[in-house]
């Protein structure tokens, strides 16, 4: 009877584990869909990363070294940006993804440079909550940390934007 159990023990695990990465690399694909949506100025890539209903902040230091929290008024005020044509490219490079998945809740962290074009603009990290919806999953939050200084960005991304 052991030498049954140990081997479907181990096929059971090693499908959960599958089942797990597979929904990692789902949540993944939605981050790089909005960042790269956001490189090539496509608002309905980045619109169909989000959920209906969604909430956005950025946490900074104003002129004071004070912290400060910014709420986004809307998801179309940051899709309008992005899809109003403009000659430079924005590239959010990123790293140091962590994902945590529960069910239907996913949490990403990572750390992430952007760039206009090839001219270094600020880093911080992305906080995004994610939710899975018949159709998939769909960030239905997402917080930033902005800063010009301590960035720690990885050679291969400077060397990108030289």
Not at 73 to 89: I, M, Y
Not at 120 to 132: E, P
Request: charged share 25%; hydrophobic share 40%; with cysteine.
């Amino acid at each position: 009877m052991r030498n049954i159990i140990f081997p479907i023990l181990t096929l059971c695990l090693s499908f959960s584990c599958i089942a797990q990465s597979q929904e990692e690399v789902a949540v993944r694909d939605v981050i790089v869909r909005l960042f790269k949506g956001m490189e090539k100025g496509d608002s309905a890539m980045v619109h169909a990363a989000f959920a209906k209903d969604i909430t956005m902040a950025t946490i900074f230091r104003n002129k004071n070294n004070e912290p400060v929290i910014h709420h986004e008024s809307s998801l179309n005020d940051f899709l309008k940006a992005v899809g109003t044509p403009h000659e430079e490219v924005w590239y959010e490079e990123f790293w140091n993804l962590k994902i945590q998945i529960d069910g239907d809740l996913a949490q990403v962290w990572c750390d992430y440079a952007f760039y206009i074009d090839d001219t270094f603009s600020h880093c911080g990290v992305d906080a995004i909550h994610l939710h899975k919806q018949k159709d998939g999953w769909k960030i239905f939050h997402l917080a930033d940390t902005r800063r010009k200084q301590n960035c720690n960005i990885p050679q291969e991304i400077q060397d990108k934007h030289r």
